[in-house]
């Protein structure tokens, strides 16, 4: 009886400290200063149709190189913890019949869908994030139909530490060609022409190491996490 009064004073308590915010909310009829030199600067400075793109990639990019390095992080942590004695055996059974032939077919265009969504993330809704969580899902797709399936530890590690050091290098060249306040301008690549695959300028090219380097580490993730995870 005791745990549920103290369950509706911590509710009555949490309803009083969000009322004032719930009271006065009103829906804000037009776009802020700072929201407007954001809707605007993408089409005009950036040439990219994608608001969220733009933010994410380029006026918030050192926030993205931070979550990015937390992710790095975590994988790492995963692995650190779950890392299994060589030679251990795997308690895994192979998946259906239907789940693996269903993962043979459609682990390669899940894949690939995610590629799309990273190379064309300044011009539809997606992006680097989007399309590495597409990639570890055809992985997953593969782990779970299949305990022969393996993974490349040399793939992986080069494929996350490359795309690491070219997100870097993309950031500094900013600094370097266009002076000490363009840290991940995107402008060190031309523009292109309005809606265009090469446009946005180094925009595809920051989201395409960014969903290497997501689909990697979350791949590394699933590794870890599978029966099969460690070193043998």
């Known amino acids: 009886m005791i745990k549920y009064i103290l369950i509706f004073i911590a509710l009555v308590g949490l309803a009083w400290l969000l009322w004032p915010l ?13 929201a407007s030199q954001y809707v605007s600067g993408s089409v005009t400075d950036l040439n990219s149709p994608n608001v969220v793109t733009s933010i994410v990639v380029t006026y918030r990019g050192l926030d993205t190189l931070g979550e990015v390095t937390v992710l790095f992080l975590a994988t790492a942590g995963v692995g650190f913890l779950l890392k299994k004695k060589s030679g251990s055996r795997s308690q895994r059974r192979d998946g259906s019949e239907i789940l693996q032939s269903g993962a043979g077919f459609l682990a390669p265009l899940i894949m690939l869908f995610g590629v799309y969504v990273f190379t064309h993330g300044h011009l539809s809704p997606g992006g680097g994030f989007q399309g590495g969580v597409l990639i570890a899902s055809g992985v997953l797709l593969m782990v779970m139909a299949s305990t022969s399936f393996r993974f490349s530890h040399l793939l992986i590690q080069l494929t996350e530490s490359l795309s690491g050091i070219a997100y870097v290098i993309i950031a500094i060249l900013g600094v370097i060609l266009l002076g000490a306040n363009h840290f991940l301008d995107p402008r060190i690549l031309p523009l292109g022409n309005w809606l265009s695959l090469f446009s946005a300028g180094a925009i595809p090219v920051i989201y395409s190491f960014l969903g290497l380097k997501v689909g990697a580490e979350l791949s590394a993730v699933i590794e870890s996490l599978s029966a099969d995870g460690g070193e043998e």
Request: net charge negative; hydrophobic share 25%.
């Open 22 to 34: 719930t009271k006065d909310f009103s829906t804000p009829e037009q776009l802020n200063s700072i």
